[in-house]
């Protein structure tokens, strides 16, 4: 959507409106469907508590060749499914159903050029396109591409939303690819190798998959995509990793291929070694399936390289064992037989019979289980569609003991919250541990990240519950925030606990630096990605506006900004007088329509100046954790606490459904989670209280600074995931809000609305301490450096550089 720059804001350019917005009574949700039973509640023996709903059903592909099917006068021996080549049309082979008129040509009249069908004279041997079209292609949904740069190979796929076989593709397209962008009309999927992996633990072969897309696609499939998916679909499932007794395991019932693990140099040092000291040999095991039968499977066992560890594999072993295992095209996956375990103890804990579950929410648990087994892996849903009731479920279903980590004593007390919401559990059988509250693991631990990857002296009763984490053998961790993981800080929390599945939860699978991809070695694959789009649309999360607005600088702001050093430039930026008079008249407006307000910033010296100006309370890293909560209680429950300003403290894990509009007035560069992240605050299900479904999220920009250059990343992101976005000018804002004003027969009384008030405030932001500026710039220049050394390590790699070449080009 390319809006006009100078477009009114939804809310505040109205200049007919003589009252604050009407307040519309809120739908109810339809996309949400009652699941009132426990998933372990009465299943045989063996039986998935969660129907499969990778987009195969009984008899599914014939019903849809015969929704493809054209009635045509095709002779006699020709088949309709047969590919036509792109510009062709031979009358033996197409319908009168897809037969098109002729296009007319006309000739430019300055070259002469025939446009009437489609020319490659401009384009390269790599560029152009070989497409064969199947004669009912209407019909079909999908376009499958391929593309080979002469470094890196793309097998994309484009689907129409508006085909109406758009619901079953698009299930499929969740099952085998992954989503590069998702807008209103079109979504662009991409083949990988993870996402290959993905299908084949769902039981999907290579066959069904070619099938599915031969049927649904408009084009003739690419040799080379065939051959693509049939390389990363066949070995999946032949290596295994499991937990038994404290010590992991590579398992497979084939022989030919643990021998082959066995004998790797890098794998060996991986292996468990005998009294001896050599590595321990494998050993073939018969296992009884459900159906009463036995098979034989073969397995070497892990061990630790540390000695103060008591059982298990090293962290760092383990992490290289199964980088090495997917370079040998042999992924290992974990997979927990957890209604066949007869060691570890089952915990009372079901789903009350008033807990529902929302469809995506049923979706992304049948990714998770299949036969009676779960599987490792992340579930990516948007911020206020129910992560932690798909946790909550997962533990019901499991019924062993669960670890659940989080970022802060926040979130901690949020999950505790919620399994007493929606389990049967124990409230007794609930633990903590905190700084506040060192309580000994029961059925369910709750804690955070650097609790656990604390590596300084502990207290005395700290270290009695790290002994207690450390022995027990976990049937579930659930990894909140899971982005955060490959941070080199908290992935020690994997080397510490010993657990047969970890599932991952995020609302935002994204990283500025190159680390993202170290979750496929130290969780698993991604197992399912809602489309928030889809879930706005049903009523499952709010309705969100987006709106950039640009600030000019005020003459005296910009002449220092041009001469002041980068860190006086950037508290210049934020201090925009025009930031300051658009923030108060947004929160003004949007406070008289009922709403509640979070304003961001992640300057702190910026944040207690807008606060103190602007007369709201605010919240950073150096707030106590009681004054925290106090702020926040009162933001969620009394109307005379409107807005709140906070640091990049409340980006994650913080809970403000009541919440409806975000003014954001400085950022992290150009940190797609940070935006994405923000945005989840207000994405949430509204209060009882709140009769309105809809959202606005306002980003302030000083015109002609270096915050614009960062601002068309994020905005890119937000487009991607089908977001309106709009672009105005402040002046739009300030005008409205002055009528709005006269109109009550008010006057309008600007902060910093004189010249004095505003050189005061320049003079403010002069005065500043270098110690605070340079506290302040370092953290951000620490991050933009880290941001841009991993986009070079990135475009290294895909440039397949000899490494003496990626070494100067990094130093470049």
């Known amino acids: 959507q390319a809006p006009s720059p100078r477009a009114p804001s939804p809310r505040v350019a109205s200049p007919k409106a003589t009252s604050p917005r009407p307040l519309s009574p809120r739908q109810p949700n339809s996309g949400c469907s009652p699941f009132p039973r426990s998933p372990n509640r009465d299943l045989p023996q063996g039986q998935n508590p969660w129907p499969p709903s990778h987009g195969f059903v009984k008899n599914e592909l014939a019903e849809l060749k015969g929704i493809l099917k054209v009635e045509s006068s095709v002779p006699d021996g020709t088949s309709t499914d047969q590919p036509v080549a792109c510009g062709s049309s031979p009358t033996s082979q197409v319908s009168a159903f897809d037969k098109q008129p002729p296009k007319k040509k006309r000739k430019l009249p300055d070259k002469g050029l025939d446009i009437g ?52 593709a698009q299930q499929f397209m969740v099952t085998i690819a992954e989503p590069v962008s ?72 084939d022989q030919e291929v643990i021998d082959g693990l066995h004998r790797d140099k890098m794998i060996r040092e991986a292996i468990r070694r005998e009294p001896d000291g050599s590595v321990s040999p494998i050993v073939s095991t018969a296992l009884s399936t459900d159906t009463g039968t036995t098979e034989r499977v073969f397995r070497f066992p892990l061990v630790s390289d540390d000695p103060n560890q008591k059982a298990g594999v090293h962290f760092k072993a383990r992490e290289d064992l199964k980088r090495r295992c997917r370079e ?22 079901d789903l009350k019979p008033t807990t529902h579950l929302r469809p995506y929410q049923e979706t992304a ?18 911020c206020g569609a129910g992560k932690t009731l798909v946790g909550v479920t997962a533990t019901a279903t499991i019924k062993r003991r669960t670890l659940v980590l989080c970022l802060n004593t926040v979130s ?49 009763r700290s270290e009695e519950v790290m002994e207690q984490v450390r022995s027990i053998e976990w049937g579930l961790v659930l990894l909140d925030e899971v982005h955060v993981v490959p941070a080199e800080t908290f992935r020690k929390v994997i080397e510490i606990v010993h657990a047969h599945c970890i599932l991952g939860l995020t609302a935002t699978l994204l990283r500025e630096d190159d680390k993202i991809d170290d979750l496929k070695f130290l969780i698993g694959p991604k197992l399912y990605e809602a489309n928030w789009l889809e879930l706005s649309r049903a009523g499952s999360l709010a309705t969100v506006q987006c709106v950039e607005v640009h600030c000019p600088m005020t003459k005296e702001f910009y002449e220092e900004y041009l ?74 429950h009394h109307p005379e606490i409107n807005t709140i300003f906070i640091t990049k403290v409340g980006d994650t894990s913080i809970d403000l459904p009541e919440a ?90 600007k902060k910093l609305g004189s010249v004095e008030e505003q050189q005061k405030l320049l003079k403010t932001v002069l005065k500043l301490t270098d110690e605070t500026l340079k506290e302040d710039e370092a953290r951000r220049e620490a991050e933009e450096k880290s941001a841009r050394e991993a986009q070079r390590t990135r475009r290294a790699t895909a440039l397949n550089m000899h490494p003496i070449l990626r070494n100067l080009y990094k130093k470049r």
């Not at 993870?194 to 897309?213: K, N, Q, T, V, W």
């Not at 990714?367 to 990516?380: D, H, L, P, Q, T």
């Not at 919250?417 to 506040?436: C, L, V, Y």
Request: aromatic letters at 12%; one cysteine or more.
């Open 117 to 168: 069908a489609p020319t490659h004279n401009n384009l390269d041997d790599s560029e152009k396109l070989d497409v064969t079209m199947y004669p009912n292609h209407q019909k079909r949904p999908l376009w499958t591409t391929y593309r080979n740069d002469g470094r890196t190979e793309f097998h994309r796929i484009i689907l129409e939303t508006f085909n109406p076989l758009y619901p079953q």
């Open 182 to 253: 998702r807008t209103e009309h079109i979504h662009e999927w991409e083949l990988t190798s993870d996402s290959l992996y993905a299908a084949a633990s769902f039981g999907i072969d290579s066959r069904r998959i070619i099938e599915r897309l031969t049927a649904l696609s408009k084009v003739q499939l690419h040799p080379n995509t065939i051959s693509y998916i049939e390389k990363n679909s066949k070995n999946f499932g032949k290596a295994i990793l499991v937990l038994e007794n404290q010590i992991y395991y590579v398992e497979g019932k």
């Open 328 to 349: 040998l095209q042999l992924p290992l996956s974990m997979f927990y037989d957890f209604r066949n375990d007869k060691e570890n103890p089952t915990i009372d804990l």
């Open 365 to 382: 648990l049948t990714k998770m289980f299949s036969n009676g087994r779960s599987r490792s892996g992340i579930i990516v849903l948007p």
């Open 412 to 460: 901690v007390e949020q999950w505790v919250h919620q399994f007493k919401m929606w389990s049967t559990i124990d409230a007794r059988r609930i633990t903590k541990f905190t700084a506040e509250h060192k309580e000994m693991p029961g059925d369910v631990l709750v804690t955070t990240f650097n609790m656990l990857s604390f590596s300084g002296d502990r207290a005395t």
């Open 563 to 636: 001469n002041a050093d980068a860190s006086r430039k950037t508290q210049l930026y934020i201090m925009n007088p025009y930031k300051f008079w658009c923030t108060q008249a947004l929160i003004e407006y949007h406070e008289r329509c009922g709403d509640k307000i979070i304003v961001f910033s992640d300057s702190v010296p910026a944040l207690h100046e807008y606060a103190k100006k602007l007369g709201r309370p605010f919240i950073e890293g150096r707030v106590g954790q009681s004054e925290r909560m106090s702020v926040l209680d009162h933001f969620k």
């Open 660 to 749: 409806t509009v975000i003014i954001q007035i400085s950022s992290h560069f150009g940190s797609r989670r940070q935006e994405a992240q923000r945005l989840g605050r207000i994405l949430r299900p509204k209060g009882k209280n709140s009769t309105s479904n809809k959202a606005y999220f306002y980003s302030l920009l000083s015109c002609d600074t270096k915050e614009m250059y960062y601002c068309s990343k994020r905005q890119q992101f937000l487009l991607d995931q089908g977001y309106a976005y709009k672009v105005i000018h402040a002046q739009v804002i300030l005008d409205e809000w002055e009528r709005m004003i006269k109109r009550r027969k008010g006057e309008v009384k």
